[in-house]
């Protein structure tokens, strides 16, 4: 299988859930995040908008805010790449891009990559070995390839989303965890 029939399966797939599993298990995801050693003692979270079924983390990057950490959220400056902007407040603030996600504006301040302690990384397809894909595009390859070493990454997808084996090449980045409403595949952090 190549990527771009997974992606097709698999966004397929994820286009049909019911709303109601989406709930439940986003809520589950949620709960299993904010019990998370990691997101505990993380000062800077680079967060993500859901966008049609990814698992929604909405409340989530509320209940970041509402600890006091900092909460970053991706805008997508070129067509390969994107910056992360510190968000305060979730109902002011964003709009909705061309793509129809959610994004900062100019407004929210700019931070640098080096102060960012986790990722939580969507994609359409992870492996058990950490692999991930995307929607093709390369943005978060780029982003997390550029983000510092001791950074951690948590892939945060539906258990139908997390395959034995995916393909995968030189320049994809692995995670270091997936949680789903099943389970948590903790993997090395190198
Ligand atoms: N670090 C990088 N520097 C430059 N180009 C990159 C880098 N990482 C990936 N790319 C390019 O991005 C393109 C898309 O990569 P890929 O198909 O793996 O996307 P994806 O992982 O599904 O997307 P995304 O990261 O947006 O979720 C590839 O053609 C690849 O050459
Ligand atoms: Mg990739």
């Known amino acids: 299988m190549d ?12 286009k049909m859930l019911d709303e109601n599993y989406v709930k439940i298990a986003s809520e589950k995801i949620v709960i299993t995040l904010q019990n998370l050693s990691d ?3 993380a000062n800077t979270v680079m967060s993500y908008m859901p966008y049609g079924n990814e698992v929604d983390i ?14 970053c959220l991706p805008r997508v400056i070129s067509p390969t790449e994107m910056e992360p902007r510190i968000v305060n407040n979730l109902e002011r603030g964003l709009y909705k891009s061309s793509f129809g996600i ?4 100019v407004e ?3 931070t640098d990559k080096a102060n960012i302690d986790l990722v939580l990384v969507p994609g ?3 492996d058990k070995n950490g692999n991930r894909t995307g929607h093709g ?17 948590i892939g945060i997808a539906y258990t139908f989303q997390v395959l034995d084996s995916i393909p995968s090449d030189p320049y994809d980045v692995k995670v270091h965890k997936i949680v789903t409403e099943e389970y948590t595949i903790d993997l090395i952090k190198l």
Do not use: H, M
């Not at 997974?6 to 966004?11: E, Q, T, Y």
């Open 108 to 110: 929210n301040v700019l």
């Open 58 to 71: 909405k409340p989530l990057n509320q209940w970041i805010l509402s600890q006091g950490k900092i909460l």
């Open 102 to 105: 959610f994004e900062p504006t």
């Open 137 to 153: 595009s390369g943005y978060y390859d780029r982003f997390l390839s550029s983000c510092k070493k001791r950074t951690l990454f």
């Open 39 to 41: 997101l505990k003692s």
């Open 124 to 126: 359409l397809a992870f």
């Open 3 to 14: 990527k771009r029939q997974l992606r097709k399966g698999i966004n397929e797939k994820r």
